[in-house]
């Protein structure tokens, strides 16, 4: 039995056609065209992504529009709308969407509303 894991695998064989034949036996091979990807992780880059987060960012998110259909170009000005939060959020559904069910990735969100806890304590 094999453990998933979010890591390549290793190649088992010297064998190139066999080992991408496998490696890709469950999965359908997506044509991504340079200028979206280009454009898709330019626009994170420019939303605060460092260049490698922008260029998986960029590679998920056109993979996951071209399977839903969605233009991407019209995709980014629907995300040019958001607030930053809103973005992160977004990306970390797709992400998540994409990932092995053995690891999520999540955000942290701050609370600025005094508890009762916080209400009852004398300083």
Do not use: C, W
């Amino acid at each position: 039995m094999t453990a998933k894991s979010n890591l390549p695998a290793e190649p088992r064989t010297n064998d190139k056609r066999v080992t991408e034949f496998f490696d890709t036996y469950f999965s359908k091979k997506i044509e991504i065209a340079t200028d979206q990807y280009v454009v898709v992780q330019g626009f994170f880059e420019k939303r605060g992504f460092e260049e490698s987060a922008a260029k998986v960012v960029a590679s998920v998110l056109i993979q996951q529009a071209k399977i839903d259909g969605v233009k991407v170009f019209e995709f980014l000005d629907t995300l040019a709308k958001f607030t930053d939060n809103q973005l992160s959020d977004l990306v970390i559904e797709i992400l998540n969407h994409n990932r092995t069910s053995s690891s999520t990735l999540g955000s942290r969100n701050t609370s600025n509303f005094p508890t009762i806890e916080n209400r009852n304590i004398l300083i």
